[in-house]
């Protein structure tokens, strides 16, 4: 008689075999590559930054496309940011152990956009505190699954192992922190660029990690609110700073100029959109025309610029 595999069996070798045929379109089988071209730079003492590209999402850039990087202290490390996949979140705690064997004690997620934290399970062998804000588990339970078919979806078999980890410390408005000879503040912020933003503000050498409540070059994204986010950055404006690590992007000018392109994008969409609704235009209309002015001054620009719109019309139609 012949002997028959049982659909579960048949089930598991089509899978082995689509994703061995996924690894192999992709240009390797295993584990998969670290990200090309994996640098950082130590933009003040203790302060390491990887910069990430602006090309969209793929199995080429293995999703290394937000700035993200490490402050050193006497008894531990602080990780901001992990990147946008498990690779670049490994490449990240690589380059980590060439600055210093010191454990790492605490990752900052500083929001729930993937680029940002898609990487952190490359650190939880190290056992650190992950910390987000108090908003954070509410919104990654809402969207967790969509990022994780997408994820799938632009990386392919670069994809596997790239896991959502959830935070075990919330932040609130503010908690500092010692790596030992060097206080950290880890700032939770009201509704901007999402709502559970944090920022980190390295003391000893006034340098602030803004995430994306910072873009330069690359086009601001709103996902919270355009009104909370001028809010945000007229308090971000006072603060005294000495250098800077937006979430995209780089800028070397002194604070708080790298604010200024951002702030003008955004008046352009507030005070445009509120006179599209003046004048009734429907939403496709108000996409259609808002801020078109902007559009030689920010790459990704198409991508994100109309989402943009979408997200002040739905806001400012209720003022």
């Not at 596997?160 to 919330?170: D, E, F, M, N, W």
């Not at 206080?183 to 006034?206: E, I, K, N, S, Y």
Request: charged share 20%; with cysteine.
């Amino acid at each position: 008689m012949m002997n028959l595999a049982s659909p579960i069996t048949i089930f598991a070798m089509l899978a082995i075999a689509c994703f061995s045929a996924a690894a192999t379109k992709s240009g390797f089988a295993g584990e998969p590559p670290a990200p090309a071209n994996f640098h950082i730079s130590e933009i003040a003492p203790g302060n390491y930054v990887h910069y990430g590209r602006f090309d969209e999402r793929s199995p080429e850039n293995l999703g290394d496309n937000a700035n993200i990087g490490f402050i050193v202290g006497e008894k531990c490390v602080l990780v901001v940011d992990t990147g946008g996949s498990l690779p670049v979140g490994r490449a990240l705690r690589e380059a980590i152990r060439k600055v210093t064997p010191l454990p790492v004690c605490y990752v900052v997620l500083t929001h729930v956009h993937p680029d940002h934290f898609f990487g952190a399970a490359a650190f939880l062998d190290d056992h650190p505190r992950f910390i987000a804000h108090q908003n954070y588990p509410a919104q990654l339970a809402a969207r967790a699954r969509s990022y994780e078919n997408s994820l799938r979806r632009d990386l392919g078999a670069a994809a596997a192992g790239s896991q959502i980890v959830r935070p075990t410390l919330l932040v609130g408005q503010l908690l500092e922190l010692d790596l030992g000879g060097r206080m950290v503040a880890v700032q939770g912020w009201p509704a901007a660029h999402t709502d559970d933003d944090l920022t980190v503000f390295d003391v000893p050498t006034r340098t602030l990690w803004l995430s994306d409540l910072l873009f330069v070059g690359h086009t601001p994204v709103i996902d919270g609110s355009i009104t909370g986010f001028l809010a945000v950055m007229k308090d971000l404006r006072a603060m005294v700073v000495d250098h800077c690590v937006p979430g995209h992007g780089r800028s070397d000018l002194p604070w708080p100029e790298p604010l200024d392109a951002q702030q003008r994008y955004l008046t352009v969409i507030l005070n445009e959109t509120r006179a599209a609704l003046r004048h009734r235009k429907t939403i496709q209309q108000a996409t259609d025309e808002v801020g078109l002015s902007e559009a030689g001054n920010w790459a990704a620009f198409d991508l994100f610029h109309r989402r943009n719109v979408t997200a002040a019309y739905a806001e400012l139609e209720w003022e």
